[in-house]
């Protein structure tokens, strides 16, 4: 007998009542387990929120995306759906609705509640582990991953946050049955089964130096790099002109900074009127910046999921949380069908996001996740 079971679903009805009914009928049996689902924002997330709780009840681990991930690859449009179930393995989610002034104190009652409901005194990062999902448009990524990691030091945390297709204009998290601006669910996991947090990504820094010389780290804006306008500097650096800054540009050529000698993406979300760059991640003056170069993304996927077997044995089920700007370079390069078939070699559950997070970092380009064994 298997120690754990997954159910999955897809479906692309853009009716809300027809889709959760059909994943429903694809995930839903008679087991306890965990549901998490993965929604495109193109949805009413009014009438989407009823629908889910209709059928899955309150405790669903749940975003918008900016496109979903299945176990065929990339998809857009539509709802993701996986059910675990294990007699091995303990879930339980929490919600903060609003984490405008969230604070350590927060996050240490969750963690004080967690010791309490599942009988721990201290945690363990070995049987212990936990996903976040966090409103992308909060610019309080940083700032959520970094008070949960310290509240329930050691154990690994991974994450995404949840995305509206580059409208940049809300992201919402699920809870109840309603759909929520700036908040962040955290699913606290306990599992005799083994598991592993990672993290890649497939770029490498370059000579190329930026330093931040004005920005407003509360917006993520940068207006100065090594003394001029943004935009026009980055351009410079790139060689090429400032009106061809774009998306794709930016998945292309994005900066790292070296924290703890590892390098983490700070990725550009847009160039603004006045040449100023907004980011994705927190960014602050002084900062000393490198322009990144690729990789083979696919080559690099593949492998990762290829050291994950290693040390896991056979792989249950990965959910992944993968930058958005990753699959526009995949889509500008023509290679959705080649990163479909690594996607399909797994069983992977996931979404494009606008931010990742592993660990106690906020990043970008990125994808992280979450393996389990069997």
Same mark, same amino acid.
């Given at each position: 007998?298997?120690?754990?079971?997954?159910?999955?679903?897809?479906?692309?009805?853009?009716? !809300?009542?027809?889709?959760? !009914?059909?994943?429903?009928?694809?995930?839903?049996?008679?087991?306890?387990?965990?549901?998490?689902?993965?929604?495109?924002?193109?949805?009413?997330?009014?009438?989407?929120?009823? $629908?889910?709780?209709?059928?899955?009840?309150?405790?669903?681990?749940?975003?918008t995306t900016s496109g979903e991930i299945s176990k065929s690859g990339y998809s857009k449009g539509g709802i993701v759906g996986l059910k675990i179930s294990s007699s091995e393995i303990k879930f339980k989610n929490y919600f903060i609705q609003d984490i405008t002034?969230?604070?350590?104190?927060?996050?240490?009652?969750?963690? $004080?509640?967690?010791?309490?409901?599942?009988?721990?005194? %201290?945690?363990?990062?070995? /049987?212990?582990?936990? =996903?976040?999902?966090?409103?992308?448009?909060? =610019?309080?990524?940083? @700032?959520?991953?970094?008070?949960?990691?310290? &509240?329930?030091?050691?154990?690994?945390?991974?994450?995404?946050?949840?995305? %509206?297709?580059?409208?940049?204009?809300?992201?919402?998290?699920?809870?109840?049955?309603?759909?929520?601006?700036?908040?962040? &669910?955290?699913?606290?996991?306990?599992?005799?089964?083994?598991?592993?947090?990672?993290?890649?990504?497939?770029? $490498?820094?370059? !000579?190329?130096?930026?330093?931040?010389?004005?920005?407003?780290?509360?917006?993520?804006?940068?207006? #100065?790099?090594?003394?001029? @306008?943004?935009?026009?500097?980055?351009?410079?650096?790139?060689?090429? #002109?400032?009106?061809?800054?774009?998306?794709?540009?930016?998945?292309?050529?994005?900066?790292?900074?070296?924290?703890?000698?590892?390098?983490?993406? /700070?990725?550009?979300?847009?160039?603004?009127?006045?040449?100023?760059? &907004?980011?994705?991640?927190?960014?602050?003056?002084? +900062?000393? +910046?490198?322009?990144?170069?690729?990789?083979?993304?696919?080559?690099?996927?593949?492998?990762?999921?290829?050291?994950?077997?290693?040390? +896991?044995?056979?792989?249950?089920?990965?959910?992944?949380?993968?930058?958005?700007? /990753?699959?526009? $370079?995949?889509?500008?390069?023509?290679?959705?069908?080649? =990163?479909?078939?690594?996607? &399909?070699?797994?069983?992977?559950?996931?979404?494009?996001?606008?931010?990742?997070?592993?660990?106690?970092?906020?990043?970008?380009?990125?994808?992280?996740?979450?393996?389990?064994?069997?």
């Open positions: 007998m298997d120690r754990i079971s997954t159910n999955w679903g897809s479906t692309s009805q853009t009716d !809300e009542k027809i889709a959760v !009914e059909e994943i429903f009928n694809q995930i839903s049996d008679n087991k306890d387990g965990q549901y998490i689902i993965f929604c495109s924002p193109e949805y009413n997330t009014e009438s989407l929120g009823k $629908e889910l709780f209709d059928k899955f009840g309150p405790d669903i681990f749940c975003c002034n969230i604070d350590l104190k927060r996050t240490n009652e969750i963690a $004080e509640n967690i010791k309490k409901e599942f009988n721990i005194n %201290d945690f363990d990062p070995a /049987r212990h582990t936990g =996903m976040i999902l966090i409103d992308g448009l909060s =610019m309080l990524e940083d @700032k959520v991953i970094s008070l949960f990691s310290k &509240s329930l030091d050691p154990i690994e945390i991974s994450g995404g946050s949840a995305g %509206d297709n580059l409208n940049f204009q809300e992201t919402h998290i699920y809870n109840g049955g309603k759909f929520y601006k700036n908040s962040v &669910s955290f699913l606290f996991i306990e599992s005799e089964i083994p598991f592993l947090n990672f993290r890649t990504q497939h770029f $490498e820094p370059t !000579e190329k130096k930026l330093v931040i010389t004005e920005a407003d780290p509360a917006k993520r804006i940068v207006y #100065e790099i090594n003394g001029e @306008k943004a935009a026009i500097e980055y351009a410079n650096i790139l060689g090429i #002109e400032v009106t061809s800054l774009n998306p794709q540009v930016f998945a292309r050529y994005p900066v790292m900074l070296n924290i703890g000698n590892s390098w983490y993406i /700070r990725s550009i979300a847009k160039m603004n009127d006045d040449y100023s760059l &907004s980011f994705f991640c927190a960014i602050d003056n002084g +900062l000393v +910046l490198t322009v990144a170069q690729g990789d083979d993304i696919t080559k690099n996927l593949d492998n990762t999921f290829k050291i994950l077997k290693k040390q +896991l044995g056979e792989i249950s089920v990965i959910i992944a949380f993968d930058c958005i700007l /990753r699959k526009l $370079e995949v889509e500008q390069n023509k290679i959705v069908d080649n =990163m479909n078939e690594v996607f &399909s070699k797994v069983n992977v559950i996931g979404f494009s996001t606008y931010g990742e997070q592993c660990n106690s970092v906020h990043v970008n380009q990125t994808l992280t996740g979450l393996a389990f064994g069997s």
